[in-house]
């Protein structure tokens, strides 16, 4: 650095000084002529704006200051979406990215990724072809259904749904069912959304077929029942079940929908969960269309899928809606690789990620915490104490909403010291290294302790191998 006292101004390195400096090829070479003239140029206005209000401020040289600038450029390259770990015991985290995708199904993103495909092309016939013909007879098969079509996600799936069978009509729908999904996904807003009037019938905690019954007229469009999934009401209810509602619809000539939110295509009662109705289910129940996503307890890609009649299907294809919310190539590749898994029952479970966390042993968990607490000991030093303890997880994205699954975890407790700190303000640091590690370990805190849940740890070694890097 060097400083002046006349006109600092004048001595700050000019654009062309700084782009014949030796630090500058490479970075010319790695980010553009263009972009590092631009950074440099703003660099440079920061300092003539420094040394105006502060005169006495060193002058940078053209090295100090394309060390700057190379900090910033690849900053910007960084990006912000980066994996993490997921040891919160929500297992389906939404804002952890749901589901976690099999091999089979990154690969075949890969595959459609990097090269042309016959995404809407019958290579048969030579022709035009529906880029939902690659996953509509998989659906079909899976869930009992004569035709599929698939779409963003499942909030796209209502809306679109809504839109095509009931714009500018009613629906009505149970005040016990008027959901609101996080992130703003709310029925009455889809609702009015989506071009159609709600009917709220019946009370908050009991509906009976008779409020259906009592809300049909001429201007009706079709029943709708919600799968209520991330709340559940007890004491004295009363709802409507989808076979009482399908025949009331069908006696009235009107369709009947059901969104059934996480749609799961196995029973996962045998599998220590509680019931979880199955798209299966609903279709035999005599849903004429059900909606569901791609990512929750199916285990795929981000979707929402519509099962239902080849009539209605069609219908809902055919709304130029569609074309907005459709999904593209690589959903479709990791959709049907994740589909095609629910065709073997026996091993569906170990090859799909959620699935095979949902559904982990006691045992194995344990295993694995204890494995990694005498690590993670020695990583926090004399800053905390850990302990292997059991803990409860939580399905998530509103799949099972009370349901609990016993689990392991390793429990921190940070230990008081002479900094004068509080219990909270320690625990806070503490947090905030796990959070700065290059994989960043994402626990939950329960009685002042910060808890990482193990069962969604499938390698150990992405914990231990970064340990070393602990800032604390
Ligand atoms: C999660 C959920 C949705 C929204 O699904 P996304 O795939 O997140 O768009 C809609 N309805 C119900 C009942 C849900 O549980």
Request: net charge negative; proline share 6%.
């Amino acid at each position: 650095m060097s400083s002046g006292k006349s006109n600092p101004l004048a001595r700050i390195p000019g654009v062309d000084t700084i782009l014949g400096a030796d630090e500058a090829a490479p970075l010319i070479a790695k980010y553009g002529h263009t972009k590092l003239v631009q950074c440099i140029r703003d660099q440079l206005s920061t300092i003539r704006a420094g040394l105006q209000r502060t005169p006495d401020s060193p002058i940078p040289t053209a090295s100090d200051l394309l060390a700057e600038v190379e900090n910033t450029l690849s900053h910007l390259n960084q990006g912000s979406l980066q994996t993490v770990l997921n040891l919160t015991g929500t297992v389906i985290h939404t804002n952890l990215g749901r589901s976690q995708l099999p091999q089979a199904a990154i690969d075949q993103i890969s595959a459609v990724a990097a090269a042309a495909s016959n995404l809407e092309y019958d290579i048969s016939s030579g022709k035009r072809g529906d880029r939902d013909s690659h996953t509509e007879q998989l659906l079909a098969e899976l869930t009992g259904a004569e035709a599929a079509t698939i779409v963003n996600n499942n909030a796209a799936a209502v809306l679109l749904v809504l839109n095509t069978l009931a714009r500018n009509k009613q629906v009505p729908v149970s005040r016990g069912e008027l959901v609101e999904i996080g992130g703003s996904f709310r029925i009455p807003d889809i609702m009015s959304g989506s071009g159609c009037t709600l009917v709220e019938v019946g009370t908050t905690n009991r509906t009976h077929l008779v409020d259906y019954q009592n809300a049909i007229n001429t201007e009706t469009a079709m029943l709708m029942k919600v799968h209520t999934s991330n709340y559940e009401i007890q004491g004295f209810t009363k709802s409507v079940d989808e076979a009482a509602l399908a025949s009331l619809a069908h006696e009235n000539n009107l369709p009947f929908v059901t969104d059934l939110g996480s749609g799961t295509l196995i029973d996962f009662g045998p599998h220590g969960l509680p019931p979880e109705p199955t798209v299966q289910q609903a279709v035999t129940n005599g849903a004429d269309i059900v909606t569901f996503s791609g990512d929750k307890l199916l285990g795929g890609p981000q979707a929402g899928i519509i099962v239902g009649t080849k009539e209605l299907v069609n219908r809902i294809k055919s709304n130029p809606l569609k074309r907005a919310l459709r999904v593209d190539k690589m959903t479709i590749a990791a959709l049907f690789e994740v589909l095609k898994q629910y065709r073997n029952p026996e091993t569906v479970i170990s090859n799909l990620p959620t699935l095979r966390h949902l559904t982990r042993s006691q045992a194995d968990i344990k295993k694995t915490a204890e494995h990694l607490k005498p690590i993670l000991q020695s990583a926090v030093g004399t800053c905390a104490t850990t302990e292997t303890v059991e803990c409860q997880s939580q399905i998530g994205s509103g799949s099972l909403p009370t349901a609990l699954i016993p689990s392991w975890g390793i429990k921190i407790c940070p230990v008081l010291s002479d900094s004068g700190s509080s219990h909270e303000q320690l625990l806070q640091q503490i947090i905030v290294a796990f959070r700065n590690l290059p994989l960043p370990m994402i626990g939950r805190v329960q009685d002042s302790a910060l808890i990482f849940d193990v069962r969604t740890l499938d390698d150990a070694s992405a914990v231990t191998d970064q340990l070393p890097l602990l800032p604390l």
